[in-house]
């Protein structure tokens, strides 16, 4: 009789255990379904749905970071929301409602540490990744109508330190979490009027953000803060001629291949080129539309380039080296996304229109498969947990 | 009574399944214990010891590459062993002896197949990941005395392709996997003599061979095989004055940070300072003395170095602004490898003589932990499942 009472324990405990996966995370990631609000983990071997785990609230704008140990994905919601979710287990560990309006995430260099920017109330808020515990939270410079500055461009980097722009106060600000208890800041006034977003390089060293208020780029030299910003690529933005700007592009996803970086172009049909060095614009690329992301094949010998509407059925491909379109593909309405696969042999792109995300192997060119997803969004690999500012 | 044997049965794959751990891999490792045979599977974030796997053979220079999921390890050993380590479970999963002395392996870049090179009888041989099964077997040129030449210097390089270098027949050869049933071969004659390493960098575009039997080394553009090998940096080697090499330093090892890479010179108590674009040497670094390994902080801010007996105690940190010593180390006897997180917090050292792995933190210099491991030497953490050339 005990061991039929054992028996039975033990069933109801493997009934949970078997729920979960026991394999590597190094080949799986999330997919965001931006209208139910869920995501689906998929894995990129066999190019599988895994689980679908809902009841993530507003993901219209969702971004979505990882553990170090490749086991948990951080997702940031439109609506503050911040969720845990487990991608071995396809479960919402947690989730806290943090501020009233977000616009994306960091994690802090060594892990433990999760960095949340918010328009509503404003300010940095910072959560133990372990428990999402509020750990300290940072408000933003008052605006004259007392209220706090939108924070934007939220990056983490290195010496476990987070940056991130003040959008309604045109600065910049560093804080230091080495002392999680005393947050250190550094801030940087007079940073260009309304910085709407920023990207730090590969490498962790530069911060840029985006103005939205007037052209040029502010830049950061994170080896060097006592030097303070700069302004670079003077003719950078929407210009005099004010073109109707459909959708401003994401500078997260500034590609640099070599010693150039490739810029969407604000309301141009266009392709910036830079000298990452000099940081002084080179050359031009004419494409399709006003491009939203443009994004190196891993390699940098390609750019990758979606566009606004209404040119979103339209993805094309650039060669690094010849500086041409090598490739106009039409996959379909609403491509919104691509992720590289870490290597770089193929890359995904939600068609949100088509409710799946296709894959396109990256020598051929050719679409080599295809997911069913839910109005796809952002598409995030795990191996971004191994990298600086993704 | 059913029950009862449904319970009996439970419990005998429960004790198979509790051995194997439900956990991401992105925060995991191996260390070679080289003079056991063995490896140790450890874990970064709590700095703690999982596993010990034994029976992998001669494991005096061995070298690991990883799955594209990041559970299984591949580990290349002296005595041409293959062994395939689950990390997740600690066990040998399978291991072939596929040559007489092999010196290395690597991982395709869509991760479903692995080549090794070998000493003994020469020539590459390629194998499935999944199931270790031969799928093609590359012999090398014949010598005038009838053996194949030694392969060296193998790399995985974009395009599903794989590098190497013939030692007795000076020759680099691209072998292209896409179909593997039908590898084809690429072959460069007088690449210079007796290639004994070779690296790729980082980006996968330029394969580099060192030469043993003459100064230079030989570089092919991967993205322009059609214009063949150009001997770069003619100083670099022995040179005239022979001096004695305690241990010709590894290739793997070279540092790119930013446009300049960092080479250890052979037999003299430097590193070299190389122009990243043009190739062209633009100075030298003195150092304790003759420099093995000099790695680049994955932010590219700091270069570490350890060297060759009888300085092998030793590690010195370079400033890459500066070009200057910042630290220099005591860690122990055999200082062998450096292996740094990812995102570059920490540092992992092999101590072979203490038997122990030392951990510094990368902004303080000062060591923050240690692990037991038997004679260490090669770090490999599960972060290379995502790299070129890893």
Redesign the interface.
Known sequence: MR??F??LF??SS?GQ?AD?????????GIIIERAAGSVKVI???RRKVLFRVKGLGDLSHASVV???????AYVFGRDGGLSKVDI?CGTLVKRVVQGGNSIGGAIS???RLIAVSNYEPGGVKIFSAETLALVADIPATQTPKGKGSKTVGLVDA???RFVFSLYDTNEIWVVDM?DPKSPKLTQFKEAGLQPYDGLITP???YYVAGLFGEDGLTLLDL?HVEKGLTRILSHYGKGEQQLPVYKMPHLEGWAV???QAFLPAIGHHEILVVDH?SWQATGRIPVYGQPVFAIAR????QIWVNFAFPHNDTIQVIDT?TLKVIKTLKPGKGALHMEFA????EVWISIRDLDQVKIFDT?TLEQIGSLPVDKPSGIFF??R????GL
Chains 1, 2 share one sequence.
């Open positions: 061991l039929i054992a028996a033990l069933i493997i255990a979960c996966l026991t394999r590597g995370t190094g080949d799986l894995e990129t071997t990882y553990s170090r140990d490749a086991r948990y071995l260099q060594d892990g290195p010496g476990q080495n490498d962790g060293r080896w291949a070599g010693n060095n891993p390699d940098g010998r080296e870490p290597r770089g042999e020598t795990t191996s947990a191994h990298k600086t």
